[in-house]
């Protein structure tokens, strides 16, 4: 079955949500694993892992130095180096955070991975958001490798003019308006004339809108996503009841 | 035009200038446009034929884009503009639904957001609402009438050039415009998608639509138009019949080219180098070089890769010589080229440079032997004024004094130096040609490497780059020029060569 | 008037009000989150992860800038909107240059401020938003700065308007004070949604502060306070160099330069000297 990109925008969101709300490493860890699984038969889980890691190494990194060594609330010290101190509450913190995020991140990412833009947008028009927002995810989506490589054309085309990138940290950083010059002037220009065609085939005028793409709705997809829409509500009023903070009085 | 037939459009342009400008991109122009006419617009690299276009269309608004003196009128709908804000604001969507603009870059006329062709197609139509069932209709009619029927499916991105110039015509006649106004509809095609565009063109006519084409050559469908104007310096200098025009001052004066080809540019070959080639040592140098693109499943480098572009390639040049080398789309031409400075690498063979193999230098330290000068100046150009560009990292090698020099003297060859002040990104197309290739030739570089240099200059271009190129060579440097253009090859050349099954054979 | 006219009625200005009220409601949540979460901080957070802090800061920062959004886009020139998704790759791909450099910062913000400078404050902020919700696709990490983003858009283009961008020294100076503002509101993001920062030389600079004892989101406030500033200071300075590079035609096509004079010596009746 196919699933409407507001099914799985949804379905994502709200378990990003309710991990949130939760804030137990254990469930944290299992929806981990559940979008492994799932990014697996859907067959992207090479990218989705990929694009996690460049993001979550780094914070996992600086989560684990920081907290694991400097948390002056723990109080049971494992080991301890001068001004460091290795206490279990700090290691348990970077733990929480780290598994929270990652989830966070992974459910959200298998989104972006498994989506159809062309649906999301048209899906998008059909609720009457402005097109103005689905123009720009588009666009973007499609920009994002003529961009890339028209940066590599301008290289080339100044290093044949025998310009060379070397030198100390003031000479490339002087070399690199060069690069941007072209790049900046270029993209602004075609953004100029891509707006004159938008605006003479009718893109931003006022009056009705309708769309060609036609997405596929079923009903029961409604259901499910009113459902997880409840229960993640519930998540986050159960978090906030729980621990509603008492402004501490001076 | 005689009184009796009614026009579609009617524009009498006192002036138009651009927010910033300093002088008026137009003006003086006026025309007249029938239904089910066809009309050429000529004029040299930065006459104003597209601005002038742009401005019929309501791509280019009065008080949005410039300042709009004059007046425009819709099948008796009048406009006047005086230049003051109390002037009509044009509604660009209901104006250009009834005259269509399609630029010369036809990728600038998708909207980038829609993932099909139908889509595409159909996004105008959305924007006005039309019903869906509407739609589909007009989608499918649009695409057979310019013939994309069986690639509705596809993804624009992944369109030929040529399918591409006519998906953006089909995007503007879905809306069923009266007036349709095309910018170089034919630039860039082959001999087959050219026929193609130009039958299109005749059956728009042919069903009542008035076309506009705007052009820089007197290419086969100019030669079609009932109606020709001029424009020079952003002035009609001329408008008549082609009979009338066609060998007039005007015509000769404005910089168009009279026949596709650039042959015609030039009078006549240039004679040979002055001095005897057989004396002198060879400066660029390839031996038996063989290259190919990686292919889709990792394959073994060498002489088996089955995607080679070349193979074995022999090529010599010395002091003075000018050299084309023509072939096909997609024979290997810029491929070659790349491999001079070592932009590309050979798989095997060796590429020597004043006798030394280039293999282990650099490319920024091959560029100090070998200029190459690619087909967008664009990209190559980052300075303030013109002067500053061509002057740029010479100071390192001439101090201040000679670099400003050597600047001025490379401005004067390709003979810009009324223009070293201005914006490199002000000049028209074909002066930042030649700018970037004066840029290239104050750094005085042995081999001078040219990527299709004919391509979009007028013919004033083309002629002053015959000039620069041939003092180039006098002055000892070797000139390498590749072009599909072979007309053009064999006036700018004296040796000429093609590629063939990546090789090189004389011609 | 129907919508068949060959042209457009006079500029409307009814609709104008309810877009100012959605504009001051986001800003209004923006800042409101800001306080509720400096004031109600957690005093011990070894209790556990601060997931209340984190839902307040998430759904409080993201309210605001959807709403900024819807507020700003529909009224956007298109010859604006089509600049979006243009800062936005240039948000992402010149940060990656400026990244081969070596040098300790982000640079994540130079499309959004050379937006900012062409078209005015509320492309700014909307440029900001969107950057941070577009580029969420493939880094949802970037989701939660959607409010920083959109103010330093915003800041920028308010710099511009004053003409900040007219003297290059200046422009520098209104990016250090950016800095400090966006800094020191997108803490409370790192410090309860991600517990710290994701990159080892920031990360060492809270360390240092947290060794004193400082609590988690005063030691991350004060990392900002430091590394913020710089960067948006080299941000603007990059952007100012790109505007003046660029031709008159292209910068003069914003009504927003021209009406505001932003750029120095531009003026439209001299010709550029």
């Known amino acids: 079955m196919r699933l409407h990109p507001f099914t799985a925008l949804t379905a994502a969101a709200c378990t990003a949500v309710a991990t949130t709300a939760a804030a137990s490493w254990p469930l944290s860890v299992a929806v981990v694993v559940a979008t492994a699984v799932l990014a697996a038969r859907a067959r992207v889980a090479g990218r989705v892992l990929f694009a996690a890691a460049v993001t979550m190494a780094p914070l996992c990194l600086s989560l684990l130095v920081l907290h694991g060594l400097f948390f002056p609330e723990g109080r049971t010290v494992l080991a301890e180096w001068g001004p460091a101190r290795v206490t279990a509450e700090g290691l ?16 959200l990412l298998l989104f972006s991975f498994t989506v159809s833009v062309p649906d999301l947008v048209s899906a998008l028009a059909a609720r009457s958001v402005p097109p103005q927002f689905g123009f720009v995810l588009a666009s973007t989506l499609t920009l994002v490798p003529a961009i890339a490589a028209r940066l590599d054309r301008i290289r080339q085309a100044q290093e044949a003019r025998g310009l060379l990138l070397r030198g100390g940290l003031l000479s490339r950083l002087g070399a690199l308006r060069l690069q941007m010059v072209p790049l900046v002037l270029g993209l602004i220009d075609d953004a100029g004339i891509r707006a004159q065609a938008l605006e003479a085939r009718g893109f931003g005028a006022p009056g009705p809108h309708t769309i060609f793409r036609h997405v596929e709705d079923p009903p029961r997809q409604r259901i499910f996503r009113a459902v997880a829409l409840v229960l993640a509500a519930m998540a986050v009023v159960l978090r906030l009841l729980a621990s509603w903070p008492e402004v501490a009085s001076p | 035009m005689t009184a009796a037939t009614r026009a579609a459009l009617r524009a009498g342009i006192d002036e138009f200038t651009f927010h910033g ?15 089910g006419s066809l009309t050429a617009v000529l004029g040299g690299s930065g006459s104003g034929k597209s601005t002038l276009g742009k401005v019929l269309a309501g791509w280019l608004r009065a008080g949005h884009s410039g300042a709009l003196r004059g007046s425009l009128e819709l099948f008796g709908t009048r406009l006047d503009f005086r230049g003051s804000a ?11 639904r009834r005259v269509c603009f399609v630029p010369q870059d036809a990728a600038a006329m998708l909207s980038t957001v829609r993932s099909t062709v139908a889509e595409e197609l159909a996004f105008g139509l959305e924007n006005r609402g039309t019903p869906r069932q509407d739609m589909l209709v007009a989608v499918e009619r649009a695409a057979a009438g310019i013939g994309l029927s069986a690639l509705l499916d596809r993804d624009p991105a992944t369109l030929s050039g040529g399918e591409l110039r006519r998906l953006a015509v089909g995007c503007a006649v879905i809306t069923e415009p009266d007036v349709l106004v095309l910018d170089e509809p034919l630039a860039s095609l082959d001999a087959a998608g050219a026929a193609q565009m130009a039958d299109l063109i005749r059956s728009l006519v042919a069903r009542g639509v008035a076309v506009v084409v705007l052009g820089h050559s007197v290419d086969r469908l100019a030669l079609q138009a009932g109606h020709w104007i001029v424009l020079d310096g952003g002035i009609a200098t001329a408008a008549g019949s082609p009979a009338h025009i066609m060998g007039s001052p005007e015509l000769d004066a404005s910089g168009v080219r009279l026949s596709a080809p650039a042959a015609s540019a030039l009078p006549a070959a240039p004679p040979g180098p002055a001095f005897n080639l057989g004396d002198v040592p060879v400066i660029l140098e390839l031996q038996g070089v063989g290259f190919g693109y990686p292919a889709a499943s990792p394959g073994r480098p060498g002489r088996a890769t089955e995607n080679a572009v070349l193979r074995d390639l022999d090529f010599s040049l010395r002091p003075g010589e000018i050299v084309a080398i023509t072939g096909p789309n997609g024979a290997g031409k810029s491929t070659l080229l790349r491999l001079f400075n070592g932009l590309l690498r050979p798989s095997y063979g060796d590429v020597r440079v004043g006798g030394n193999s280039i293999a282990s230098m650099p490319v920024g330290g091959v560029a100090a032997s070998v200029g190459l000068l690619f087909q967008q100046p664009r990209d190559q150009l980052f300075e303030r004024t013109a002067l500053r560009e061509v002057r740029f990292g010479l100071r390192q090698l001439l101090g201040s004094e000679g670099a400003d020099a050597r600047a001025r003297a490379a401005l004067e060859d390709v003979g810009l130096s009324a223009a070293a002040s201005v914006h490199p990104a002000d000049l028209p197309a074909s002066q930042q040609r030649l700018l970037a290739l ?22 004033h271009g083309v002629e002053r780059l015959g000039r620069a190129v041939e003092q180039a060579a006098a002055r000892g440097k070797g000139v390498v020029l590749v072009t599909h253009d072979a007309g053009y090859a064999r006036t700018a050349a004296y040796r000429n060569l093609q590629i063939d099954a990546g090789r090189l054979r004389e011609v | 008037m129907s919508s068949s006219s060959l042209t457009l009625p006079e500029a409307r200005k009814a609709a104008s009000r309810n877009r100012r009220i959605l504009e001051i409601l986001g800003a209004a949540a923006i800042a409101g989150t800001y306080i509720f979460l400096v004031l109600t901080q957690p005093a011990d957070i070894a209790n556990g992860p601060a997931s209340f802090s984190a839902l307040v800061a998430l759904g409080g920062f993201l309210l605001g800038a959807v709403l900024l959004i819807v507020a700003v886009l529909p009224v956007l020139p298109t010859s604006t909107l089509v600049l979006i998704p243009v800062a936005l790759v240039l948000n992402v791909v010149l940060g990656q240059v400026m990244g081969s450099t070596g040098l300790p910062f982000y640079f994540d913000a130079i499309g959004t401020v050379l937006i900012a400078v062409l078209a005015g404050p509320a492309a700014g902020a909307a440029t900001g938003a969107l950057s941070s919700i577009v580029w969420s696709f493939f880094n949802p990490t970037v989701l939660p700065f959607a409010a920083g983003a959109a103010l330093i858009g915003f800041l920028a283009g308010l710099a511009a308007r004053s003409g900040l961008f007219r003297r290059f020294y200046l422009a520098p100076v209104a990016g250090f004070i950016t800095g400090i503002v966006a800094g020191v509101v997108s803490a409370p993001i790192a410090a309860f949604v991600f517990g710290g920062t994701s990159g080892v030389g920031t990360g060492a600079i809270v360390s240092a502060f947290r060794a004193m004892g400082d609590t988690l989101l005063a030691a991350i406030t004060k990392q900002a306070l430091i590394s913020d500033p710089m960067d948006k200071a080299i941000v603007f300075a990059i952007a100012a160099m790109l505007v003046y590079a660029l031709p008159r035609r292209t910068t003069f096509q914003f009504p927003f330069v021209r009406r505001f004079r932003v750029l120095a010596g531009k003026a439209p009746a001299a010709p550029a000297s």
Do not use: M, Q, Y
């Open chain 1, 92 to 107: 348990e913190f970077a733990l929480d955070l780290a598994t929270r995020t990652s989830a966070c991140v992974l459910v």
């Open chain 2, 21 to 35: 400008g300093t002088a008026p991109a137009l003006r003086g122009v006026g025309l007249e446009i029938a239904p």
């Open chain 2, 86 to 96: 109390g002037d009509p604001r044009i509604n660009p969507a209901e104006w250009s």
């Open chain 2, 438 to 459: 004066a840029s290239v030739l104050a750094r005085d570089p042995a081999v001078i490497a040219l990527d299709e240099p004919s391509v979009g200059l007028d013919r």
